[in-house]
Nanobody, 114 residues
Framework: QLVESGGGLVQPGGSLRLSCAASGFTLNYYVIGWFRQAPGKEREGVSCISSSDGTTYYADSVKGRFTISRDAAKNTVYLQMNSLKPEDTAVYYC?????????WGQGTQVTVSS
């Protein structure tokens, strides 16, 4: 099971840190991705981190503003989001993927508005 948390309402330019906590399996063995879906739009990939060497990827729209990281001891992956913009408003989901299995969280709402 994956559980996201940390969403909320923030003003433009503000920051939030999303958490993706796993239970029942070890996140270190999975590629972890953060996705988002805004109203009326398709789900899009935001960032991911590899299971092997911690290589990270960011969509161009968030590069330089978002940072993905792992805490193995807490079995949790984070998405630090800085300099938030209204266009970052969406439901954010985390995904854990391996060759054998995949999991999705239920999503957490992020709203950027003044």
């Amino acid at each position: 099971q994956l559980v996201e948390s940390g969403g909320g309402l923030v003003q433009p330019g503000g920051s939030l840190r999303l958490s993706c906590a796993a239970s029942g399996f070890t996140l270190n063995y999975y590629v972890i991705g953060w996705f988002r879906q805004a109203p009326g739009k398709e789900r899009e990939g935001v960032s991911c981190i590899s299971s092997s060497d911690g290589t990270t990827y960011y969509a161009d729209s968030v590069k330089g503003r978002f940072t993905i990281s792992r805490d193995a001891a807490k079995n949790t992956v984070y998405l630090q989001m800085n300099s938030l913009k209204p266009e970052d408003t969406a439901v954010y989901y985390c995904n854990a993927q391996s060759l054998a299995a995949g999991y999705w969280g239920q999503g957490t709402q992020v709203t950027v508005s003044s």
